[in-house]
T-cell receptor
């Protein structure tokens, strides 16, 4: 299995809702990432987990709450979002093998979020 | 963190070779250069990675000069399906705080028939 699977593909939520985005990989990768991408912009790094521990938080508002329950799963919990949070949310994973050079990101297809 | 600079857009015709250059003046000694391709509403896809000189795979070549302050992605004989945004990233990406993988602005390649 060489894929990163993201669910749901599309999500519409109100500003008072609580929802979650899910990401799963079975490649044995030990680093997992959340990126946010607005239309016609590059992906922006949000969070990085290394060996199931949060290693990078790019000053993301607390209405976004990441969780890494195990080495294969990554969640992004959403609460009290704003319309400007509407975007494509991309999950990625990579190995942590320092002996083989730089790690390559494998991305999922993304979850398209619309906040009303 | 090594910042990257690329042309915003490029145009080409089917069958031509396309070269996209990326500047990364403050690349660190241990950093690698990786290129990704992204189609609309999809996640970026790995194309090629290198550290120095030239790397070639089945879809592209990557040229890196000795000073490593820039790199050039070469796509041979492009087709309409190569129309996409191309990003170069610099870093090692092990997930630690010193190894962030940050996307630059990217280059939108438009291939015409």
């Amino acid at each position: 299995d060489t894929e990163v699977t993201q669910t749901p593909k599309h999500l519409v939520m109100g500003m008072t809702n609580k929802k979650s985005l899910k990401c799963e990989q079975h490649m044995g990768h030990r680093a997992m990432y959340w990126y946010k991408q607005k239309a016609k912009k590059p992906p922006e790094l949000m969070f990085v987990y290394s060996y199931e521990k949060l290693s990078i938080n790019e000053s993301v508002p607390s209405r976004f709450s990441p969780e890494c329950p195990n080495s294969s799963l990554l969640n992004l919990h959403l609460h009290a979002l704003q319309p400007e949070d509407s975007a494509l949310y991309l999950c990625a994973s990579s190995q942590m093998d320092k002996s083989s050079g730089a790690n390559v990101l494998t991305f999922g297809a993304g979850s398209r979020l619309t906040v009303l | 963190l090594a910042k990257t600079t690329q042309p915003i857009s490029m145009d080409s015709y089917e069958g031509q070779e396309v070269n996209i250059t990326c500047s990364h003046n403050n690349i660190a000694t241990n950093d690698y250069i990786t290129w990704y391709q992204q189609f609309p509403s999809q996640g970026p896809r790995f194309i090629i990675q290198g550290y120095k000189t030239k790397v070639t795979n089945e879809v592209a070549s990557l040229f890196i000069p000795a000073d490593r302050k820039s790199s050039t992605l070469s796509l041979p004989r492009v087709s309409l399906s190569d129309t996409a945004v191309y990003y170069c990233l610099v870093g090692r990406g092990y997930g630690g705080a010193t190894n962030k993988l940050i996307f630059g602005t990217g280059t939108l390649l438009a291939v015409q028939p």
